[in-house]
C-alpha cells in the first residue's frame, strides 16, 4: 500500500491519497479480496452503508467482467485509490479476444447504476496481445448534508 500527500489550494489543508494495488489470478475465486479491500476503504472514508454495499457491488462486477474477458492463465491487476471523498478502481489484464466491452449488457448497467463514472476498453497492444481495462469511481451522495 502506498500512502501520498499533496498540497490541496496552497492553505494548510492536505489531500491524503491511499493507493493500493492487487494483483490476482484471473479467476472468479479472486474476487472476493478485491471486495474486501472495497469494503475497508469506504469504511475508512467513513461511507454511509448504501455507498459502501454500491462500491463492493461495483468493485464485484468490474472484477468479474475483467476476469471473464482475460486471457486463460493470466493476471488481473487492479489499482485503488482512495483520494478525498472518492475510491477509483481500476483494473486490467490481457484479453483472450480483442471484442468491445458490450455497453449494453446487464453487467455494464449495474456499473453505470453504481458508480459515478464507468470507462472501459479493449486495446490491441503490440506485444502480448488485446488488453481489457475497465475503471470506475463511487462517492458517497452528500446532498442532505
Not at 500512502?3 to 490541496?8: I, V
Not at 457491488?57 to 475483467?66: I, K, N, Q, R, S
Amino acid at each position: 500500500m502506498t500512502d501520498s500527500n499533496k498540497q490541496t489550494d496552497g492553505a494548510d489543508h492536505r489531500v491524503v491519497a491511499t493507493q493500493i494495488e492487487v494483483t490476482i489470478p484471473a479467476d472468479p475465486a479472486g474476487l472476493p479480496l478485491l471486495r474486501s479491500i472495497a469494503a475497508a476503504l469506504a469504511v475508512a472514508l467513513d461511507f454511509d452503508i448504501d455507498t459502501m454495499a454500491d462500491l463492493r457491488m461495483a468493485v464485484d462486477e468490474l472484477g468479474a467482467t475483467v476476469v471473464t474477458r482475460a486471457r486463460a492463465g493470466s493476471a488481473v491487476s487492479c489499482r485503488f485509490v482512495a483520494e478525498g471523498d472518492a475510491v477509483t478502481v481500476s483494473a486490467s489484464a490481457t484479453a483472450a479476444g480483442d471484442e468491445p466491452l458490450d455497453q449494453t449488457s446487464f453487467g455494464w448497467m449495474v456499473l453505470t447504476t453504481l458508480a459515478e463514472s464507468v470507462t472501459g476498453t479493449v486495446h490491441n497492444l503490440d506485444e502480448g496481445g488485446p488488453e481489457v481495462r475497465l475503471s470506475l469511481q463511487v462517492r458517497p451522495l452528500r446532498a442532505s448534508q
